[in-house]
């Protein structure tokens, strides 16, 4: 059973970074692409940044510059690394993989951003 969890959320100020993690089991980790998104209060879920098997990354533009994306294989974790936060940042993050046809989440971690 496909399963993910993240993790690293909190309150931290304007300016400050977070962390996140996500931890996956249940696939063969290497093998796929993936992506952390967020949602804000009453908006869509967004993506924020991915990466592939091959380690190539993907970033929204609100993204780029202040966040990164990795990922440890050996531990089947991805992590997204926020820097600059802005209150515009605060989200439930999820991390997500799309196996065959079939999308999988993780149940969020809340980033809340004070200005």
């Known amino acids: 059973q496909v399963q993910l969890v993240?993790?690293?959320?909190?309150?931290?100020?304007?300016?400050?970074?977070?962390?996140l993690s996500c931890a996956a089991s249940g696939i063969t980790f290497s093998s796929y692409t993936i992506g952390w998104y967020r949602q804000a209060p009453g908006k869509q879920?967004?993506?924020?940044?991915?990466?592939?098997r091959a380690g190539s990354t993907d970033?929204?533009?609100?993204a780029k510059g202040r966040f990164t994306i990795?990922?440890?294989?050996?531990?089947?974790?991805?992590?997204?690394q926020m820097n600059s936060l802005k209150p515009e940042d605060t989200a439930v993050y999820f991390c997500h993989v799309q196996v065959?046809?079939?999308?999988?989440w993780g149940q969020g971690t809340q980033v809340t951003v004070s200005s």
């Not at 993240?6 to 962390?19: D, F, H, P």
């Not at 970033?59 to 609100?62: E, I, Q």
């Not at 990795?70 to 997204?80: E, G, H, P, W």
Request: net charge neutral; hydrophobic share 35%.
């Open 6 to 19: 993240e993790s690293g959320g909190g309150l931290v100020q304007a300016g400050g970074s977070l962390r």
């Open 45 to 52: 879920r967004e993506l924020v940044a991915s990466i592939s």
């Open 59 to 62: 970033y929204a533009d609100s």
């Open 70 to 80: 990795s990922r440890d294989n050996a531990k089947n974790t991805v992590y997204l």
């Open 100 to 104: 065959v046809f079939t999308p999988y």
